[in-house]
């Protein structure tokens, strides 16, 4: 399983949606809230210079986005880290 | 050694095996390491004492290595980590199960998956007859599982189109396709083809079987009657066999007690005191019971895939200025396709030209046909009624609205319910016990009591047969899985036994106004001018609030765009949520804000006050505009509530359930609106006082949240039940529990009474299965029963079960079908 960060801000629709599509299929995730954490919202700024939650970033590909473009990336990213790396 | 492809995955391993410390103990561990599959460069080290291989996990894992050598006497201890893990740590797996296709089935395959080290995340759906599952093959590889699965005399296939590897040679998976991107096309890998003569499954070749082995005993029974008997032993053997093969197997994977266990041991049992009759008698009328539940779950599945061919094959794509005919499956994302009336739209898309009456009743369930224009969302699936519509592709077809849908409700059969888990244990309590009972009855009055043998040894044979648990354990899938499917055709999506269970317990109902209660498309009723003009109100507003996306912002720029106002340019537009939003306007610092906001930053005239009150009291949202802190006017904006809000509120309270609307307005607003549908109201919540709410409403029993599941996600999140509605939003549909896919308020009634017819049938189910076993272990105790009398109560009981919970794919829900509104936007309030 690719290591999985998920950044998130708190209320935030899309991003309950990705950490449910990822819990659903079984994947662990470090999420990181970067409303109020200047060093989690510059490392999310430096990965996928975004700073609009929820950003996902598995393995080496990262998704940012509303969460209806970020799901089939998210499948995509599940299904190539449960095959071989 | 097993020489293998080079390609193959493989895992280094080094261990220091304690113990080998001759060199014939070195010898022994080679000899045993040649015999393992997928072992190979095996190097052992007479001066570390240490063991080096290469191993491939799929079909040796690393386990069974170390074990092995535990059982020649030696202990290894790992001196490193493989080498980079070779291996997915668990791959996603999803089999079609050829003859999984009864409730007792399924659980006979989870037991025995529950035995395997390394699974997880296992998921039967009883729609799909699919076996999911994360599995570590390092620890248990997928052929183990899979001659596990044909041991117990089923026939699994992976799915995705991956050939499993055969043993002979590796293949390892790069493709291995996890299962949930099936959405769009789970059926058609279903192997048991719809329409399928009932005679040509599995089940029904035992019944045809054992039905022509019975009744030929029966006929050589008149030709030779000394020899009837022989007749009878050869059905009942004959008819036996699978079944004892599949029971051995099951007792092999940690379930001795399995229903085929039971009738075994019954029919042989029947064999052996000389009544070889009813014995083959049990065998017929168990394939029968069998072969039932077999149409059970097949019926219940045609009522999902029927949603399924609702999309259309084909689909005409626009090129240049023609079209062409394409099949719709390989529509990509931003292609053209034209939609003819009385054709169905092939893709989820939005139009590009034309205005049309859509009916949605495939995916909403809502048979009055929306008139959607350019702009608007249209469903694959969805009948074009009159015009002729261009429209742009949004999604591929394998990830469509309704191929979700389909999707959701076959992981939804994964889950299970409460009752379901407390069934599965008290069957794996219930079976057993019987079985030790039988055993008493059979014994001890004869070595005991000195009664004679042959009449307790009958009662206690007749007993295993009341011991079968099959209508028991189809009891709880049969009702839920038909609840699932009725739902599903009525708009109403609910994802999940568990969440199917609660809905019909809420005590409470919590709504959020906008979007949900009312149609989310708020008005500018009135503006009123303080030493302005009313124009110049609304210019200045709408203005201030022209960058912005809030419904009552775009109310206020409609009516500005509505009577032609010229809007001038902004600078350093800037929102306080829920309280204010300012801008630089023409030189001015303009804010348009609540009318709360308003009077901490400066005194409001007396007569401007009256006049927000009297708005908040007719149910309208009242904003002030402010030329820094002197107020130029108000503008009152009105959300209307949807037409069938007052009979939705009204029907949850006939079924004793309380309501409370949950609204951002100030609370004079709230209560207009509330007041009028007839429900409690919580006003002038922040969005986090929301889940404060939720979290003291329940304090008093369960409770369901009904939102759009966009801006309440997480209040969805913290109740119960999280009810999303205009549902269709990929961010709603993965956050709820239970979604209304049409714009009906009073689909929250039908998930409650649906709910509650669900658990009504399950309780019938249970009464039914246990009811005649009852009765059957009394009077079979009292000697009345004989052996396929006991086996036909069972049947019976499957069979009764069976068509109860059939009766709920009839379930009509309540009430008529309002009009409803095209797609609203989520709205937030702003008060």
Not at chain 2, 176 to 202: I, R
Not at chain 2, 310 to 316: E, F, M
Request: proline letters at 6%; glycine letters at 10%.
């Amino acid at each position: 399983m690719p290591e999985i960060t998920l950044y998130t801000v708190p209320n935030c629709a899309d991003c309950q949606a990705v950490k449910r599509l990822l819990t659903s299929h079984g994947a662990t995730f470090t999420e990181k809230n970067v409303r109020g954490d200047p060093g989690a919202l510059a490392e999310m700024q430096a990965r996928a210079d975004v700073r609009i939650a929820p950003v996902t970033v598995i393995g080496g590909q990262v998704c940012s986005g509303p969460f209806a473009e970020q799901r089939p990336q998210i499948l995509a990213a599940l299904r190539g880290g449960s095959a071989l790396s | 050694m097993t020489s293998s492809d080079p390609n193959t995955p493989r895992s280094r391993l080094e261990y220091f095996v304690d113990g080998m410390d001759c060199a014939s103990c070195v010898q022994k561990v080679e000899r045993m390491i040649e015999r393992l599959p997928g072992a190979d460069s095996v190097k052992t080290s007479f001066n570390k004492q240490t063991l080096e291989l290469e191993l491939d996990e799929s079909r040796t894992p690393r386990t069974q290595l170390e074990e092995n050598l535990r059982a020649l006497g030696y202990s290894p201890s790992p001196l490193r980590p493989a080498a980079a893990p070779t291996l997915p740590v668990a791959a996603q797996l999803e089999y079609f199960v050829d003859g999984m296709d009864c409730a007792s089935c399924v659980q006979k395959v989870e037991r025995m998956v529950a035995t395997l080290p390394g699974t997880g995340d296992v998921k039967t759906s009883f729609n799909k007859q699919t076996l999911a599952l994360a599995l570590n093959e390092a620890q248990t590889p997928r052929a183990t599982l899979e001659s596990n699965l044909r041991a117990l005399g089923y026939v699994p296939s992976l799915l995705g189109g991956v050939p499993t590897p055969a043993p002979a040679h590796d293949d390892h998976d790069h493709h291995d396709h996890s299962g949930h991107d099936h959405a769009g096309h789970g059926h058609v890998h279903e192997a048991p083809k719809p329409g399928q003569p009932w005679y040509a499954t599995g089940q029904g070749k035992l019944v045809v079987t054992s039905g022509v082995l019975l009744a030929l005993a029966w006929l050589f029974g008149f030709v030779e009657p000394q020899f009837a008997t022989f007749g009878y032993i050869a059905a009942t053997v004959i008819g036996v066999w699978p079944l004892a093969k599949k029971a051995y197997a099951s007792a092999r994977f940690g379930d001795p007690f399995s229903i085929n266990m039971l009738v075994s041991l019954a029919a042989l049992g029947a064999v052996l005191i000389g009544q070889a009759a009813e014995g083959a008698v049990v065998v017929f009328f168990f394939a029968v019971g069998e072969l039932l539940e077999g149409i059970a779950a097949g019926r219940a599945r045609a009522g999902i895939q029927a949603l399924a061919a609702l999309a259309p094959k084909t689909a005409l794509l626009v090129e240049g200025t023609g079209t062409r005919e394409v099949p719709a499956d390989a529509l990509q994302v931003g292609q053209t396709v034209q939609v003819n009336p009385g054709a169905r739209v092939p893709a989820d898309g939005t139009i590009l030209t034309g205005t049309s009456s859509l009916d949605d009743s495939p995916v909403t369930g809502e048979s009055v046909p929306v008139v959607k224009s350019a702009g608007n969302i249209v469903y694959a699936g969805s009948i074009n009624t009159d015009g002729v519509l261009t429209v742009r592709v949004d999604k591929a077809a394998s990830d469509n609205t309704i191929a979700r849908i389909i999707h959701l409700v076959e992981e939804a059969e994964g889950s299970k319910a409460p009752t379901a888990r407390f069934i599965d244990r008290f069957s794996r309590y219930y079976t057993p016990g019987v079985v030790a009972v039988s055993a008493l009855v059979a014994l001890i009055p004869p070595l005991f009591l000195g009664a004679e043998w042959y009449p307790w040894l009958y009662k206690g044979i007749a007993l295993l047969l009341i011991g079968c648990p099959c209508a028991l354990v189809l009891s709880v899938p049969a009702a839920i899985t038909s609840g699932i499917s009725a739902g599903t055709r009525r708009g109403l999506l609910i994802k999940g036994g568990a969440a199917l269970e609660s809905i019909g317990t809420v005590k409470t109902v919590a709504f959020d106004k906008t979007g949900t209660l009312t149609a989310g498309k708020p008005r500018v009723t009135d503006v009123v001018g303080l030493n302005v003009g009313r124009t110049e109100v609304l210019r200045l507003a709408a203005a201030v609030e022209s960058g912005s996306s809030h419904p009552l912002a775009k109310a206020i720029t409609d009516a500005a765009k509505q009577d032609n106002l010229p809007l001038p340019a902004v600078t350093d537009a800037q929102a306080i949520p829920g309280k204010a939003v300012t801008a630089t306007v023409e030189g001015r610092t303009l804010s348009v804000s609540s009318p709360r906001h308003a009077a901490t930053l400066t005194a409001l005239p007396a007569k401007l006050s009256a006049t927000i009150e009297t708005f908040e009291k007719q149910g309208r949202t009242a904003v002030v505009l402010l030329d820094g802190a002197a107020p130029l006017g108000v503008i009152a904006i009105r959300d209307e509530p949807r037409p069938d809000a007052r009979e939705a509120i009204a029907q949850l309270r006939a079924l004793g359930v309380n309501t409370v609307m949950l609204t951002g307005d100030n609370a004079r607003t709230g209560r207009a609106i509330a007041s009028d549908l007839g429900m409690d109201v919580q006003a002038e919540l922040l969005p986090e006082d929301k889940l404060k709410v939720i979290a003291d409403l329940k304090a008093q029993g369960v409770v369901a949240m009904v939102g759009d599941g966009i801006n309440d996600a997480p209040a969805l999140a913290q109740s119960d039940v999280g009810i999303a509605m205009g549902g269709g939003t990929d961010v709603a549909l993965e956050t709820a529990d239970a979604a209304l896919l049409g714009e009906r308020v009073t689909g929250v009634a039908q998930l409650v009474s649906l709910s509650r017819a669900t658990m009504q049938n399950i309780k019938w189910n249970i009464a039914f299965a246990l009811g005649l076993k009852a009765i059957f272990l009394v009077t079979t105790l009292l000697g009345y029963t004989n052996l396929w009398m006991a086996i036909l109560a069972d049947t019976g009981a499957t069979a009764l079960v069976t068509a109860n919970a059939l009766r709920l794919l009839r379930w009509k829900g309540g009430g008529p079908a309002a009009p409803r509104a095209v797609a609203p936007l989520p709205t937030p309030t702003r008060a």
